[in-house]
């Protein structure tokens, strides 16, 4: 499903060249978890932004089902990224004029769904994670764990393979964040979604099938 194959990221800012990824080489596999541990500055977010094509590698190469994605044009990119791939950021970055269930049809506006179908497909996936009850309100008018939740049928409208998340539970309350992370590992196992997830959480890490920890911008086994 995702391969990287001596894949690297250095920033260049003035005189300073900093390595941010190392030569890194990863397979993960169709439906499975994965955690990204590792202390901040590390390089979680930025791998995690080069797998969902939202950031460029300096050096290597990423392959989603076989396919070199960095060999393709921007917007062939762009339409599989709002295709195949879902993100849960820390910070939700939900817009704030639009209603839940505007903020969660917008990916599929985008891929070229009507409205009226966008509205269906929006109103399921809400149901889904328990929003069913909430779908007029703004973002202001949701706790936070709503507003997580908004962002989670965002990312799952299109039906993605692959899950990038980034620290989803970074702004919640304990028990909110548990009730959050339940809903991403179930989705995992119910619709077998490719899930990688970058957290500090080892609770969390521990429920994925797999984790790796990123240092000095190499990968160790976790």
Known sequence: MIVLENLSKTFFKEENNIEVLRGLNLKIEKGESLAVLGASGAGKSTLIHIMGMLDHPTGGCLFIDGMNVFDWEERKRASFRNSHIGFVFQFNNLLPEFNALENAMMPALIGGLKKKQAGEKACKILKEVGLENRIRHKPGELSGGEQQRVAIARALIMEPEILLVDEPTGNLDTETGKKIEDMLVNFNV?????????????????????????????????
């Open 190 to 222: 119910e619709k077998k979604i490719t899930l990688v997830t970058v957290t500090h959480n080892k609770l969390l890490a521990e429920r994925m099938s797999k984790s790796i920890f990123l240092r000095d911008g190499e990968i160790y086994e976790y």
